[in-house]
């Protein structure tokens, strides 16, 4: 997917810094500190494009505090530090200089409880699509559409497009906020725990809609769910108390694992 | 001794403390509750027959306690004028501070604790000291040196005028306006605001665009909480800018004005012959309180519908 | 063009920021401004730059060359930049006319020692003092006249008077509803009469004056059978309307939140509702209770309207059957008719000051009490 509005973080050949063949997001010896506590421990960890990784781990284990680096969103906590470095196409996210807004541009998010805004399904996902310079009302129909088919919400929305999004059930809901993402075409899209509040059936659909997804978006997702993680994700990074425990793929981490710590956890022994 | 009687669960003993402390405090509920009622009710049951059209929409002649002829139109316009030149200015600052305090600021830091320890005192100064600063300030500091600059013969500023008690009263319901901005601010779900942000909205864009116009409804609340606070309040405006009589409707930010509240003070203590102007009284009182009353049940119920969704959401 | 865009791309959104900073800050302003000018007025008092003195030492006008430039000028009255415009003629002619207004001067006041004092000094404006024509020495407030008498201790004693007979009033009452309706009451009574109860703090205090004025005074006269129809105690218990909404909300909300765990461990040990509301929450609860009364005690200090029609004369008398006049409605009656500038407009902005502090300082203890209550409930220090 090409847009003139905002060229590729990958493709950026112009940079210096962006060396071709490397891995797209490469995090290096990243710690995370609330005030004193070491939330996340020296970790160090490359993704592909264009592949799904899942972050599992118990609750605590810093999965979810990582996939926020990711777009920066931990920056509205106070008292967070970060060090280490964390690279995105080549590019140092947490540099002093980099525009926090342009990055979650790129680096879209869906919410462990989907969220909505009070307006109507149409507003919601033009919102995102007014903020970033889409004005013409043509221009609007046509990425609206298009992204609502993209999270397999269109058929069922098209009649109601101007009703409230508050409407939906919780798995349309999820949906929309997927939708909503996607609209901007971003490179990459965190999900944080996207399922966990919905019914299996919905999820299902969720877990269909990723698998299509990863076509053109990198994603990382954070599950509790570990039938989740398998069924769709390619790579699988297991966390455990702010450590990065194993990684590699998912096939190998739920058949195979190298450390004793992971065998435990898939197979549901603690967690 | 025989054995316990009861195998069931009532008890046969009469629990006098419990009954007696139940009703005192129900008593003393219901003694507040008719308090209220009696007030209420002896202000309309004597007010009501003394309003006609005549009344409201009459400028009186300066004998104003003259039963037959007398009306309120002046302090009507006088009060509303008032009051929306003290929104004007007080809207736009309570709610950037609620939004500072609630959006921006951290919570531990020194400055916030200052802000929020100033706005709870200003919600605490007696009115009449508003008034005394007002005089002080706004007139004696500001309108003098604003004559002085503008090089007027004779006082235009640095006199009571309509500006300053307006002014006055802004700063006398700024707490007001913020505390309930930041009520509502609050109520709004943080996940809203991180989907928007998720989304590449800046801070300023997600708080136009997501933030403010879910915290409408307490916005308002806020402003009419302020503006029927204020069309009661006599003491702020004694020295800044109210008149005893005035034969013309206020046109100019630099006029005098007449007022409802102060009107009900001159009647109720410079009449003539109290009794004989009593239905004029009782007429202005109840004008005074359905212009206050109307506003504040109606910033009770929003609240009270913001409240029920900040605990559904909790 | 790749993310490395840094803040100052965004100089709207940073001025935006620096701006609701500034604006936020417009109540820390507002409380120094405050302080600063109603201050600023009072100055004088406190340094003892005020002269009420009717009888000045007079400097014959024929004595004009042995007196410096500044001593004329503070002699005559006039700021230094009049003074320097004017000619000797004028000064001359200006200390004529201060001989004559001397002259002018009733000859009973001209032998009344009380005419040479300045009765803006300390010991008169808080002891008493033997004023000529009383009989013993008294502290009277009293500023008209020839001879201003400015004692400020009749109207402490008033502001006092009238606002614990509120409190008496009203703490009781509104602490038993804030009990009722926070523990005893049915949920759905509750949503009902919370609402009422706060209602009663948007009648206006002109109005609340107006019907103790006209209703309660006669109705309270024909109960207790006393002799002047409008006194401290009728303002008193009128000020007590006024406080009970705030006593009752900040009650309520202190009694509502001490957690419900408590409760329900004493329920479940098969204590009653009332015993758990008597020996529980109430002794958990007891601090934010304590800090509405002081809370309420602010309010009710700085109400003004409600005495200022009840009850004005300013007689020193501590029976609540007489008249009172407080600190407020000292202000809200004199400001118009003081001058501006002179002893007796300073001596209010000073009355004003010192209100401010009372509340001030009512308004603190207040506000750092439930502080440290809600802390505590929630385990921090």
Redo the contacts between chains.
């Keep these: 997917m090409t847009d003139t509005l905002m ?1 590729k ?1 990958s493709v ?1 050949a112009n ?1 210096p810094g962006a060396v071709a063949g490397s891995p797209f997001i490469e995090i290096e010896n990243l710690s995370l500190y609330y005030g004193a506590s070491k939330a996340l421990k020296n970790i160090s960890l490359n993704l592909d494009e264009k592949v799904v990784t899942a972050f599992i781990g118990p609750s605590g284990c810093g999965k979810s505090t990582l996939l926020r680096c990711l ?1 920066r ?1 931990n920056d ?1 906590i ?1 008292g967070v530090r970060i060090e280490g470095s964390m690279k ?1 196409g080549g ?1 140092n ?1 947490n ?5 926090v ?6 680096v ?2 869906v ?1 462990q ?1 989907s ?4 307006k109507s399904i149409y507003e919601n996902v033009a ?2 699509l007014r ?2 310079g889409v004005k013409a009302k043509s221009d609007l129909d046509a990425r609206i559409e298009q992204s609502l088919q993209g999270a397999a919400l269109w058929d069922e929305v098209k009649d109601r497009l101007h009703t409230s999004a508050l409407g939906l059930s919780g798995g349309q809901q999820q949906r929309l ?1 997927i939708a ?2 996607i609209a ?1 075409r971003p490179e990459i899209i965190l999900m944080d725990e996207p399922a966990s509040a919905l019914d299996p059936i919905a999820t299902a659909r969720i877990e269909d809609l990723i698998l299509e997804l990863k076509k053109e978006f990198t994603i990382v997702i954070v599950t509790h769910n570990m039938q989740q993680a398998a069924r769709i994700s390619d790579r699988t990074a297991f966390f455990y108390i702010g450590e990065l425990v194993e990684f590699g793929p998912t096939v190998k981490i739920f058949t195979n694992p190298a450390q004793k710590r992971t065998e435990d956890y898939v197979s549901g022994r603690f967690g | 001794m025989n054995a316990p009687a009861t195998k069931n669960f009532r008890t046969d003993k009469f629990d006098f403390w419990s009954f007696f402390f139940s009703g005192l405090t129900g008593l003393a509920t219901l003694f507040i509750i008719g308090i209220l009622a009696v007030i209420l009710g002896n202000i309309v049951w004597n007010g009501w027959t003394g309003i006609s059209w005549h009344f409201v929409s009459t400028i009186p002649t300066k004998d104003f306690f003259d039963v037959k002829t007398t009306g309120v139109l002046p302090m009507i316009v006088g009060t509303a004028f008032r009051v929306i030149v003290m929104t004007i200015f007080v809207i736009p600052v309570g709610v950037i501070t609620a939004i500072y305090l609630t959006e921006y600021a951290s919570n531990t830091s020194i400055i916030t604790r200052i802000i929020r320890a100033a706005v709870n005192n200003l919600a605490g100064v007696p009115s009449i000291v508003f008034g005394l600063f007002g005089l002080g300030f706004f007139i004696n500091f500001v309108g003098k040196n604003m004559d002085a600059v503008l090089h007027n013969t004779s006082a235009v500023w640095g006199q009571p005028a309509l500006i300053w008690a307006s002014l006055t009263l802004a700063v006398m319901t700024l707490p007001v306006v913020i505390v309930a901005t930041e009520e509502s601010l609050k109520a709004i779900p943080p996940g809203l605001r991180e989907a928007s942000l998720a989304l590449g909205a800046t801070k300023l864009e997600t708080i136009l665009k997501i933030v403010l116009p879910q915290a409408l409804p307490g916005i308002m609340t806020g402003g009419i909480l302020a503006v029927s606070r204020a069309a009661g309040e006599v003491a702020p405006i004694l020295f800044t800018g109210v008149a005893y009589y005035m034969a013309s409707l206020p046109s100019h930010l630099s006029d005098q004005f007449m007022d409802l509240g102060y009107h009900v003070f001159v009647l109720s203590t410079q009449s003539p012959n109290i009794e004989q102007t009593r239905p004029i009284l009782y007429a202005t009182v109840l004008v005074l309180l359905m212009l206050t009353f109307a506003l504040n049940i109606v910033a009770i119920l929003i609240r009270a519908r913001v409240r029920k969704k900040l605990r559904a959401m909790h | 063009m790749g993310i490395h865009r840094g803040h100052q791309a965004r100089p709207g959104e940073w001025l935006a920021e620096k701006l609701i900073f500034l604006i936020s800050l417009s109540a820390i302003g507002m409380v120094l401004l405050i302080f600063l000018f109603v201050a600023r007025e009072a100055l004088p008092v406190f340094f003892g730059q005020t002269d009420t003195a009717l009888i000045q030492p007079v400097i014959p006008t024929a004595e004009l060359d042995r007196h410096s430039p500044a001593e004329l000028q503070r002699y005559l009255e006039l700021t230094p930049e009049q003074f320097t415009t004017m000619d000797k003629e004028t000064i001359k002619t200006l200390m004529d006319v201060k001989i004559e207004a001397l002259n002018d001067i009733p000859e009973n006041f001209r032998n009344d020692p009380d005419a040479k004092i300045n009765t803006t000094e300390w010991k008169y404006l808080l002891r008493p003092h033997q004023w000529s024509g009383y009989e013993k020495p008294e502290r009277i407030w009293q500023p008209v006249g020839q001879i201003k008498k400015f004692n400020l201790i009749p109207l402490f004693v008033g502001t006092l008077k009238t606002t614990l007979i509120g409190l008496l009033f009203a703490v009781p009452l509104a602490v038993g509803a804030a009990i009722y309706v926070s523990q005893l009451a049915r949920p759905r009574v509750r949503e009902t009469v919370k609402p009422v109860i706060e209602m009663l703090s948007g009648i206006p205090s002109v109005v609340t004056g107006v019907f103790a004025l006209i209703v309660m005074a006669t109705v309270l006269q024909h109960i207790f059978g006393y002799q002047t129809r409008l006194n401290a105690f009728v303002a008193g218990i009128a000020l007590g309307f006024a406080v009970i909404p705030v006593i009752f909300s900040i009650a309520e909300d202190a009694l509502t939140s001490v957690p419900r765990a408590y409760t329900q461990a004493a329920l479940a040990l098969g204590a009653s509702r009332w015993q758990t509301a008597w020996q529980i929450v109430l002794p958990a609860a007891l601090p934010g209770v304590f800090a509405a009364s002081v809370l309420g005690f602010g309010r009710a200090i700085g109400e003004t309207m409600i005495v200022l029609m009840v009850c004005s004369a300013s007689v020193m008398s501590w029976s609540i059957f007489d008249s009172a006049r407080s600190i407020t409605t000292t202000i809200a009656a004199e400001m118009a008719e003081a001058v501006n500038g002179g002893p007796h407009y300073r001596i209010l902005f000073m009355l004003g000051a010192l209100l401010f502090a009372a509340t001030f300082v009512s308004n603190m203890i207040g506000d750092f009490v439930i502080h440290r209550f809600k802390n505590k409930l929630e385990g921090k220090r």
Excluded: Q, S, T
């Excluded at chain 1, 540099?95 to 525009?99: H, L, N, S, W």
């Design positions: 060229p973080l950026n940079d777009n969103m509205l106070d995105i590019y996210i540099a002093k200089d980099v525009d807004i342009e990055l979650r541009k790129r879209g998010m919410f409880k969220n909505p805004f009070p919102y995102g903020l970033h906020c909503r993402a901007i």
